[in-house]
């Protein structure tokens, strides 16, 4: 590739008049990641030149100052967007409602006289732009590009396969200030993604400002220090937290609404609510203490719920709302005397059905607010739920098929090959539940192989990636950006699984096109993202024989997982650990490590630990002295002489925890 370096090429592309030295061209052929319906390639090419005017419909003005933001000179920004006609050697923006084309579709033209990008709507000039941008030098992401280049001449015909095409986003578990959240608008965007599934409420936090309520985000929007609601997942030792003000949630709205992305919000219901009830008690049932799930039988929760979603529908633009419906702990409202008079009196037989009554009143409320209901795929095991509502298929791809079979509208995001918070390789963070998978993964997921049949395609609205948080605050130290790192290149993978018809996908081609121009162009984007596995020295572990005690009982066969040195598998305790609560471990013989690991808590999760604690060692197992501070509940060290035992002491109670998770010692030999 190689960029205008003429003089007489130069003084070609700044007047676009006829020369007898013609420019180089850029690049044949771009590598566009998704992958457009049609490309085709025509003789010539357009000069661009940091003054190349962008002219504009009026429904599009939005677009043309954006793509002013990436061309041109800083002093020229601003000054060659105008509204009107297109003119010759410019980049014209215009939607043609009567195009031949689907919703989002659009036509780039490429020629000597200029560039003609023509949506079908405002999201399919937006999705040209796009286009156009990948046929620019990587360092037009950067923006400001002021470097004439001759780009090549064609015609792109596009458009997308699934009208929905989404990314979740959770920033209940870990919090993410508005800078991050946009930010991430941003890169999602780059690859044609127009929907955010915003996840605004959880166990660990509420995290959107309610004026009716305003407690529920001044104060659940919080944990640990003085906050009822228990530090989790990290940053033990102050208040953490923050939430959005519905004026930041309109910033942020206005900032996704020009990038063609619509925001979904979702305060989930009726389970993972425990931020909300350590801020309102009463929610619960009279019979539930430390719950998470809103009482079923109570009045007064309708009342409030009807406030806070009356609020959200109208702050949020978009005619849908994720109401939640996962993970419901149905034994609360099976011990609640009021909930199982309710079952009897409505006829309901289960706790399925019962979620179904919880949710049916709020999808009235959302009905009566012009919005359509969102849930997750448990939500309609009761078979009560109006076929009207949304369905997020999590679960697994058996979950997606039954919902599609039974008639609902579905968006599939099976976790297996689209819940970005898996880790990539055995080596990286992340959960491990849904497998571990890359890219190459998500990129593999293909309907007609997974039995999807073609009546149930008929109801598949779309595909969503997703992330959840609760890893991230203490995967943020290793990582200068554990978001992008989790998410790209998986989203890339997404992006062509939503956009791009099926018979022109193939592995290699995707490959080649994302490693070779896509990773340039990502790097320009500022997209911190993961190329490849790390290189992990592989180690091997000494299993010396030990014997195991504590001040508190392990449950189960939990003092086998930890002296046959069962890695990877859970012991945990049968009681919260109090202040001064000890492990300890005795070795038969006195021994000498490279390395010592701790692990409480699970071995890739910070939660059921020590959140503070020391880790002692000594040679005789009399005498004791200090290896170190657990950090999340671990500490790796070497121990600087021999060792005869090891003890790792609680030094703070009252965590929220109800049990603590230990792991089997991690020694390498000295």
Known sequence: MKKILSVAALLCAVSLASCSVEPEVYAEQPEFLPLPVEVTATEGEFVFSPKSAIDYSADVEAIAIYLDEYLGSAEQKGKIVKPGKPRKGAISLSVNENMDIPAEGYRLTIEKGGVVVEGKDYGGVFNGVQTLLQVFPAEVYAKGYDTPTALPAMMVEDYPRFEFRGQHLDIARTFMPKEEVMRFIDNIAYHKINTLHWHLSDDQGWRVEIKSHPELAEVGGFRGGDSPVKATLGAWDEKYGGYFTQDDIREVIEYAAVRNIEIIPEIDLPGHSLAAANVHPEILCSTSHNGNVWCASREENYELLGDVLTELAALFPSKYFHLGGDEVNMSQWMACPECRELMRKEGLKSGHELEGYFLSRLVKVLEGLDKTAVVWNEAINGDNLTKDVLVSGWEDVDA????????????????YYFYFDMKQSAAEPGFTWANTFDVKTTYSFEFDKLGFTPEQMKNVYGVQGAFWSEVYLSSKPHYENYLDYQTFPRVCGL??????????????DFEGRLTGAHYKRMDNMGILYRAA????????????????????????????????????????????????????????????????????????????????????????????????????????????????????????????????????????AK
């Open 400 to 415: 997606c098929l039954d919902a599609t079979a039974k008639g609902y509208k579905t968006i599939v995001m099976p976790a």
């Open 495 to 508: 992006s062509e699984v939503a956009w791009t018809q099926p018979e022109k996908r193939e592995w290699t």
């Open 533 to 668: 596995a790390p290189e992990v020295e592989k180690v091997k572990y000494i299993t010396p024989a030990v014997k195991f005690s504590s001040s508190m009982t392990l449950a189960g066969r939990g003092e086998e997982v930890i002296t046959k040195y069962k890695i990877g598998t859970n012991a945990h305790t049968t009681k919260a650990p109090k202040v001064g609560d000890w492990f300890l471990f005795t070795f038969d013989n006195v021994q000498e490590f490279g390395s010592v690991e701790v692990i409480t808590g699970y071995t890739y999760f910070p939660d059921n630990i020590f959140t503070k604690g020391i880790v002692e060692v000594s040679a005789d197992g009399v005498n004791y002295t200090k290896a170190g501070d657990l950090l999340n509940g671990r500490l790796k060290f070497t121990p600087s002489g021999k060792v005869k035992a090891i003890k790792v002491t609680n030094q703070q109670g009252n965590t929220g925890m109800n049990t603590t998770y230990l792991q089997a010692l991690q020694l390498t």
